[in-house]
């Protein structure tokens, strides 16, 4: 499975992004799609996860302000940001995995990535 993230840039506090995560190769709907995060010096940290059959889930740092979603004919994962904050500050990563459900909120469960694309939040 190949993935590329896209969509950062810099934006002011308040504002909205929405990233993309395209799936090149490998067969879409088999897998669980994440956004992590990471900020200078600090751990990748989970950020939202989609798959099939199931209900998307957040971490509290975004929850409701924040939407993932999918387009199996596109073969993207989709990330809209909104009311960002400077703490939203990171570069962004997709991933792949097959782990089940109760795991999916570890960076570690995660086989294959996206380069990244940095998100900066001006205050």
């Known amino acids: 499975v190949q993935l590329q993230a896209s969509g950062g840039g810099l934006v002011q506090a308040g504002g909205s992004l929405r990233l993309s995560c395209t799936i090149t190769?490998?067969?879409?709907?088999?897998?669980?799609f994440g956004w992590f995060r990471q900020a200078p010096g600090k751990e990748r940290e989970f950020v939202a996860a989609?798959?099939?059959?199931?209900?998307?889930i957040y971490a509290d740092s975004v929850k409701g302000r924040s939407t993932i979603s999918r387009s199996v004919a596109e073969k993207k994962v989709y990330l809209q940001l909104s009311s960002l904050k400077a703490d939203d500050t990171a570069v962004y990563y997709c991933?792949?995995?097959?782990?089940?459900?109760?795991?999916?909120?570890?960076?570690?469960?995660?086989?294959?990535w996206g380069q990244g694309t940095l998100v900066t939040v001006s205050s």
């Open positions: 989609i798959w099939s059959g199931g209900s998307p």
């Open positions: 991933g792949a995995s097959t782990a089940v459900v109760s795991a999916i909120r570890s960076p570690s469960m995660y086989y294959y």
């Open positions: 190769e490998g067969t879409f709907t088999r897998y669980r």
